[in-house]
């Protein structure tokens, strides 16, 4: 348990940056510690093999990098099956994504600072321009991409994809192939590599060098000070429903909760009494309720409101464009588990890892109008 925070100061130290592999590991270590006012019975201490699972970060030392290697020419093949789709065949990304590579020059390399940084001409940052520590674009491609299969590219394709990625920037040449024997000596071409600093009051502590002036300061309000206002709007039932239902245009990550303007305000918490319900409407209603359950489950509307476009098209649009085709089902289905591509403009839907049984639920509420 003690190690924890040695590792903590020692990943800090070395510039990196904190994964949450390490956080979780120490959380998990220290929950497990005998403490006056535990809970008896409650829980039970993590396997090794559970901390493993966690523990997989890699520090900007490289500790905790596992032994592989992987080829421009490989990371070529793997960018283009599983990467190209978000981030664009040479990592100019699209209007979602930020841009990968760019921005970085022969003579970045050899300072280890990427000038353009402080050139407020240039329209854009990007990750190569950024990056510090080959590490973290290690790291960070292992435990989060693709964004469909977060964690299932295997060592050999991370070392492949990381190494892409720097050729792309002149980083590597297209012959290279990145290990962790030869990872330390790549780090010191990086554009960047220079760019991070510790002189400033978010780093406080002697540890690290020589400390500014604090990031805020002020005295105003010691004691007695002012409690916090109580904000409050109204929006008029005229206007509840102007621009579309405020509930279905939030994205699902996030604190924001759009009001449902589809009904008067108060709507649900009133309760009414059903006359004769119709059986039909009543199986229908729970069929879509059901398709859209599944459609938040399997994260389609991180991308698609029902209505209004996020990303992709809303789920009336596709609705509506695909009205009049009597195999409707079917080919919805199929374009939910093979994605698509050059239908609704140049973003590309990825494959999705979706049971049939679902896509074919989903596909069907969409033949029937994407109701409510």
Known sequence: MSSCPRRLRAGLLAGGVLTGGLLVACTLALAQAPAAGSFPGIGRAATAAELAAWDTEVRADFKGLPKGSGSVAKGLEVWEAKCASCHGVFGESNEVFAPIAGGTTRNDILSGRAARLDDPAYPGRTTLMKLSTVSTLWDYINRAMPWTAPRSLSVEEVYAVTAFILNLGGVVADDFTLSDANIAQVQQRLPNRNGMSTLHSLWPGRSFGQRSAPDASGSACMSAC????????????????????????????????GADT???????????????????????????????????????????????????????EIARKYASRNDAVAYLAQKIRAGSAGVWGAIPMPAQSVPEADSRAMAQWLADGARR
Do not use: Y
Not at 246 to 257: D, F, I, K, S, T
Not at 276 to 299: I, V, W, Y
């Open 226 to 257: 002012a409690t916090e206002p109580r904000v409050a709007s109204l929006l008029p039932d005229f206007a509840r429903n102007a621009h579309g239902n405020l509930a279905e245009q939030n994205r699902l990550v996030g604190p924001q909760r």
């Open 262 to 316: 589809s009904r008067p305000a108060g709507a649900a918490a009133l309760t009414t009494l059903a006359v004769s319900p119709d059986p039909a409407a009543a199986a229908a209603a729970t069929a879509a309720a059901a398709a859209r359950k599944l459609a938040q489950q399997h994260n389609c509307m991180s991308c698609h409101g029902l209505e209004r476009k996020i990303v992709g098209p809303g789920f009336t």
